[in-house]
Nanobody, 127 residues
């Protein structure tokens, strides 16, 4: 059973940066795709970014393109989300997800339905 633990959330002013980390309990070749999602109260969970094992395939939500960067260090079993130029509307609980299926298959559903999930880390961006 893969366990994912997010960290790095906190309070930051608009225009600032944060880097989220997602530590996995198993070697990363147990799953191919890692992704980040976010959710605010009363809204559905929103896709943010995803990456395959090699890093050759990535996908970003339009709202974060050019500001957020997903990466992973397979040797450390960790994925990252570098968030720059943060806006108040980026405020949310951010969740890490992982899945063994192919990037293309998951991309067809915009990565919803990924199998493993962390418990989330809160990011608050003040104006």
């Amino acid at each position: 059973q893969v366990q994912l633990v997010e960290s790095g959330g906190g309070l930051v002013q608009a225009g600032g940066s944060l880097r989220l980390s997602c530590a996995a309990s198993e070697r990363t070749f147990s799953y191919n795709v890692m992704g980040w999602f976010r959710q605010t109260p009363g809204k559905e969970r929103e896709f943010v970014a995803a990456m395959d094992w090699s890093g050759d395939s990535t996908n970003y939500a339009d709202s974060v393109k050019g500001r957020f960067t997903i990466s992973r260090n397979n040797a450390k079993n960790t994925a990252y989300l570098q968030m720059n130029s943060l806006k108040p509307e980026d405020t949310a609980v951010y969740y890490c997800a992982a899945d063994w299926r192919s990037f293309s298959a998951l991309e067809e559903t915009l990565f919803h339905g990924m199998y493993y999930w962390g418990k989330g880390t809160l990011v608050t961006v003040s104006s």
